[in-house]
């Protein structure tokens, strides 16, 4: 079952025009429907936790950019700040006020982050990340989980989750073998397997870096010890271990999931909500590791963009207005209610399904358990889940065309959006038991 889309719909009209100068329709693999089948859904507008598309169908928003909106979409504040800063010119190329405000900010929020430079996604974050950290070991090796994704780096795209898993090609084509093989991979929350590879080339490995929460293989939690295990065998062997929050910062808890577990990496990435929904993301960590960064040190990374006064306005707004007391404890609230709801509705109708919460992420799994492995996660029930997809868009319900991608609840959904969000799943569920 697809969504019913009419043929002369302005979104089916608008992706017959893409595919033809745009590979695939989309701008980023995962925005294609490409595992769900049907028609990308072409937005013109958002407001809190709803959307509208190009047909004037409204829908609650369960993707919030892939993360960005944590406090829903168009936020008065945010905007204003937007409007504000782009009124005094889009870009200097040159350091200005409101980047050290975003340094001071994240550095306060995130105290592992000693020292922390801005970039323009969280690719460019990962990506400079590592080479900081193989600048500072002298080494070549790096560690990377299954399902685990780190943006498009080359040396990122081995085994990687999100759009590559969706699509069923979990290494990318065009990397060379010899980039390739300077990344190991091994399962995700697997101690044992970590403990074995640290005992025989530990002194080998520049880096390990990990999602905290893993949001790009649907999401999965870290087993108790995993990061625990992690930070140790790193302390032992001189590794650099680099907790890729780019996704779960200011997400699951305002300190990120370094602070939810209490585990203190030697580098962070952000990128996400530190943008408001604007490009940005960050790398930082121990001083001492970030000074090897030129022009102090001889590790290069340079962005003209990086900094860029709109984005890190639009940042800086959603930064202050996330510290409200009591925000991390709603959203995790709320979020946790939906699964609640969710699970109850599936079991009513025999469905099957199980789902979780961490903050304001989630997972939803056709499977009696929730996954704690890539494996598990892969032997989810698939089919299932693309109908159930189906059905909720079709009832106004967006969210992540896929099996493989975490979800997220904004600020600005509440209890009619949760209400209305549970009926359409009931009704979706039934039709799955038929
Ligand atoms: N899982 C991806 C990033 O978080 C989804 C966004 C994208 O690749 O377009």
């Not at 498009?152 to 990318?172: F, I, M, N, R």
Request: a negative charge.
């Amino acid at each position: 079952m697809t969504t019913t889309i009419k043929p002369t719909s302005r979104n089916q009209q608008l992706f017959e025009r893409s595919q033809k100068l745009i590979p695939g329709g989309v701008n980023s693999p995962v925005r294609a429907f490409k595992s769900v089948g049907g028609t990308p859904i072409f937005f013109k507008r958002g407001q809190g936790a709803w959307l509208w598309d190009e047909d004037d169908k409204s829908y609650i928003d369960y993707i919030g950019s892939w993360g960005p909106m944590v406090l829903g979409h168009a936020h008065p504040e945010v905007i204003a700040a937007v409007r504000e800063v782009a009124g005094n010119s889009l870009s200097f190329g040159a350091p200005t006020a409101r980047e050290l405000e975003m340094a001071e900010t994240i550095t306060t929020l995130v105290p592992s982050m000693e020292q922390v430079r801005l970039v323009s996604s969280g690719t460019e974050a990962t990506m400079s990340a590592i080479r900081v950290a193989r600048g500072f070991t002298g080494r070549n090796k790096i560690l990377k989980f299954e399902g685990c994704y780190h943006g498009h780096a080359d040396a990122l795209l081995v085994k990687a989750g999100s759009g590559l898993l969706t699509l069923g090609t979990p290494s990318s084509a065009g990397v060379p073998a010899e980039v390739a093989a300077h990344t190991l991979t091994l399962p995700y929350n697997d101690i044992a397997a970590l403990e074995t590879l640290f005992a025989e080339i530990g002194d080998q490995i520049a880096c390990v870096i990990v999602e905290p929460v893993v949001g790009n293989m649907n999401l999965v939690a870290p087993v108790p010890g995993f990061l625990e295990s992690m930070r140790a065998q790193c302390t032992k062997h001189g590794a650099v271990l680099i907790f890729d929050e780019v996704m779960t910062g200011f997400r699951v808890a305002l300190g990120g999931a370094q602070a939810y577990y209490n585990i203190k990496p030697d580098m962070t990435t952000l990128g996400k909500v530190i943008g408001g929904g604007l490009p940005v993301g960050a790398f930082g960590g121990r001083a001492d590791i970030m000074q090897c960064l030129a022009p102090v040190g001889p590790v290069y990374q340079a962005g003209t963009l990086s900094g860029n006064p709109v984005a890190v306005a639009a940042g800086l707004a959603t930064l202050k207005l996330v510290q409200a007391p009591g925000f991390y404890e709603k959203l995790s609230a709320t979020t946790k209610a939906l699964m609640d709801g969710l699970k109850q509705a599936a079991h009513q109708h025999g469905i099957p399904f199980s789902a979780q919460s961490i903050g304001g992420m989630f997972g939803i799994y056709f499977s009696e358990q929730v996954p704690t492995s890539f494996d598990e996660v892969m032997a989810t029930d698939k089919e299932a889940f693309n109908q159930f997809f189906h059905s909720m868009l079709d009832a106004g319900i967006y969210l992540g065309p896929s099996a493989f991608e975490a979800g997220f609840v904004s600020a600005a959904h509440g209890a009619d959006e949760l209400a209305g969000t549970i009926e359409a799943a009931s009704q979706a569920f039934s039709a799955l038991r038929k």
